[in-house]
């Protein structure tokens, strides 16, 4: 058991573990996942979503499919879609061949370490997230591109010309769409370029008002044409630059003539007979998911029960150990040489294992790199797979919830607040509360550390499994618990995708707990260990894409082989397929 407890504890524990497997099992009130024969797409936006399966159904490939969802995105979901971010993608193709692309914005060249600093050392307030200063030089359009060319299959003009008529035409809100852009309304109005797109005459949309983007369908047309060029150079890298002087931002025509997308080897490690593939530095993600995987495949999980107190106690705790490790030692690879080989040896894991009391809470002040076993340093995802086994997952953002919150005037452009994600000052939290090391410090040309996590897992070879979510630091853990969801608990992916989440990083040594995810026997269990439970972060949106069946041990429905998941969580998306 998780302490010394009375017997009514145990009984507690019991009642705890029978009331979540009775309601998150076969008999769990979430719907069956999407299933489709051909292929699935799954988004935060439902007419992106219905971009990506229509170039699947002309012959596109899963690639394909997520270069016209990232540019759909940018118009129908401008929150987190965006050609003023930046993101990463993971792909396996039906080959056999992983690969990542990391387009993953950087800082100007005229960027420095203590920008954000007043002349006292301290953080100014808002430098580092709101305005011009806050952007970084964005690498969407780049990452894309850099897919499509060598990986795609369709032309530039097939793909870009469904946004186009999007931002050019205008597209009818629904509730989810508005309910986001309500959440900014007054940062909007701070900014009369941007102003002007997301507000009607100065006041909110409302549920059925149609948004057209004139100025972002000529930049669409622009690269649709003249390819990177069409929004790194000419015109539109010109407003881009320029908007930033008028702004006191940093970025230059240099900073933006200089941006190139980097092909990496993805972070791979085995769970269970399943060989999970994800993002390597300057993400964060798929260093820390493997390295909770490795922590949590020495723990008999099934036979805990979903949920039991033992069970969260040990999730919990792997997640601790991992985000120091995070927040200490990882950064961009052009500039710090990641222990990444360490981080996820097995061997690693079980020194971990060792350290971490099976019937105590850690206490994150007292656990710190350096110190053994530590010695040693708002986003949007989609899903997609297509017939011919390639598998794409696609995470990219602006940061926050429409980043920096200004637009490149005359271009439609919103642009990221992504500088915020580097240290800027070590000790001090960043937007997410994360605290950050050295090796994430701010430096010209640098990208910031990330947690986006876009993942396929596969199983002999071939993929089974498409998962990622938006959540700033969050991603890490939304993503494990989805995983451990299927592998471990048998969910199908829709309830996998459904069930309460919990998060913790380390530092604030607070758990994060979604309504639902633990009973109130198992919160006591928990409390009683030194756990210190608080309530729930905003909610991520996770979409995934099972391949085989709705759940892994399943059986296919039917002819169809393809299992898609939308997060309820947000009152938008969509899982697609045909």
């Known amino acids: 058991m998780i302490i010394s407890a009375p017997t009514r504890f145990h009984t507690a524990l019991l009642v705890a573990s029978l009331s979540f497997t009775l309601t998150t099992g076969s008999e769990a009130a979430s719907l069956a996942p999407v299933a489709a024969e051909n292929g699935m797409v799954v988004t935060a936006q439902h007419l992106a979503t219905q971009v990506g399966v229509d170039v699947l159904k002309r012959g596109g490939n899963a690639v394909d499919a997520a270069v016209a969802v990232g540019y759909a995105l940018a118009v129908v979901y401008p929150a987190a879609g965006n050609l003023g971010g930046g993101g990463f993608m993971t792909v396996q193709l039906a080959n056999g061949q992983k690969t990542f692309l990391d387009f993953r914005e950087k800082a100007p060249l005229a960027a420095s370490a203590n920008m954000y600093l007043d002349k006292d050392g301290n953080v100014v307030k808002g430098l580092s997230?709101?305005?011009?200063?806050?952007?970084?030089?964005?690498?969407?359009?780049?990452?894309?591109?850099?897919?499509?060319e060598k990986y795609g299959s369709l032309g530039r003009a097939a793909l870009i010309q469904p946004a186009v008529t999007l931002a050019q035409q205008g597209f009818r809100l629904n509730q989810g769409d508005v309910d986001i852009l309500h959440t900014a309304t007054e940062a909007f109005r701070k900014d009369p370029a941007t102003a002007?797109?997301?507000?009607?005459?100065?006041?909110?949309?409302?549920?059925?008002?149609?948004?057209?983007q004139k100025d972002l369908a000529k930049t669409l047309k622009a690269i649709s044409q003249q390819g990177i060029d069409g929004f790194y150079k000419g015109s539109v890298g010109q407003a881009i630059s320029r908007s930033s002087l008028a702004g006191g931002?940093?970025?230059?025509?240099?900073?933006?003539?200089?941006?190139?997308?980097?092909?990496?080897?993805?972070?791979?490690?085995?769970?269970?007979?399943?060989?999970?593939?994800?993002?390597?530095?300057?993400?964060?993600?798929?260093?820390?998911?493997?390295?909770?995987?490795?922590?949590?495949?020495?723990?008999?999980?099934?036979?805990?029960?979903?949920r039991s107190a033992q069970a969260v106690h040990y999730q919990i705790e792997a997640m601790r150990h991992a985000y120091i490790d995070r927040n200490s030692y990882l950064g961009d690879p052009d500039f710090v040489n990641n222990p990444v080989s360490r981080l996820t040896d097995k061997a690693y894991a079980a020194r971990i294992r060792a350290a971490i009391d099976p019937h105590?809470?850690?206490?994150?002040?007292?656990?710190?790199?350096?110190?053994?076993?530590?010695?040693?340093?708002?986003?949007?995802?989609?899903?997609?797979?297509?017939?011919?086994?390639?598998?794409?997952?696609?995470?990219?953002?602006?940061?926050?919830?429409f980043g920096a919150k200004v637009t490149a005037a005359g271009t439609g452009v919103l642009l990221n607040n992504e500088m915020d994600d580097f240290t800027v000052k070590a000790g001090v939290p960043n937007l997410y509360g994360l605290v950050q090391g050295e090796a994430n410090a701010i430096a010209p040309g640098k990208r910031p550390l990330s947690s986006m996590s876009p993942t396929i897992v596969s199983k002999n070879g071939q993929p089974v499994m498409v998962v990622g979510t938006p959540g700033g630091s969050r991603i890490i853990t939304a993503v494990l618990l989805t995983l451990l969801n299927v592998v471990d608990y048998g969910m199908t992916v829709q309830e996998a995708v459904d069930a309460p989440r919990?998060?913790?990083?380390?530092l604030p040594d607070l758990t994060s707990v979604e309504n639902f995810a633990l009973s109130p026997d198992t919160r006591t269990l928990l409390e009683a260990a030194g756990h210190?439970?608080?309530?729930?972060?905003?909610?991520?949106?996770?979409?995934?894409?099972?391949?085989?069946?709705?759940?892994l041990d399943g059986k296919p429905v039917g002819k169809n082989r393809f299992y898609g998941a939308n997060d309820p969580r947000r009152n938008s998306g969509l899982a697609l397929g045909y």
């Open 129 to 148: 997230t709101l305005g011009h200063l806050a952007v970084g030089v964005p690498g969407s359009v780049s990452g894309l591109e850099y897919a499509r």
């Open 502 to 506: 919990f998060h913790q990083q380390w």
């Open 532 to 551: 210190q439970l608080g309530p729930a972060q905003p909610a991520n949106h996770v979409t995934a894409v099972l391949i085989g069946a709705p759940s």
């Open 249 to 306: 931002g940093l970025i230059t025509p240099d900073d933006l003539a200089q941006y190139h997308t980097r092909e990496l080897a993805p972070i791979e490690c085995d769970y269970r007979g399943y060989h999970v593939v994800s993002a390597p530095p300057p993400s964060s993600g798929g260093v820390v998911i493997c390295e909770m995987l490795n922590i949590l495949e020495g723990y008999p999980l099934k036979e805990l029960g979903f």
């Open 360 to 401: 105590k809470a850690g206490v994150s002040k007292d656990l710190k790199p350096g110190v053994a076993p530590h010695e040693g340093t708002n986003t949007t995802h989609y899903s997609i797979a297509d017939r011919w086994g390639n598998a794409v997952a696609v995470t990219y953002t602006l940061n926050d919830w």
């Open 196 to 212: 002007a797109i997301f507000l009607n005459r100065d006041q909110p949309y409302q549920v059925g008002d149609k948004l057209v």
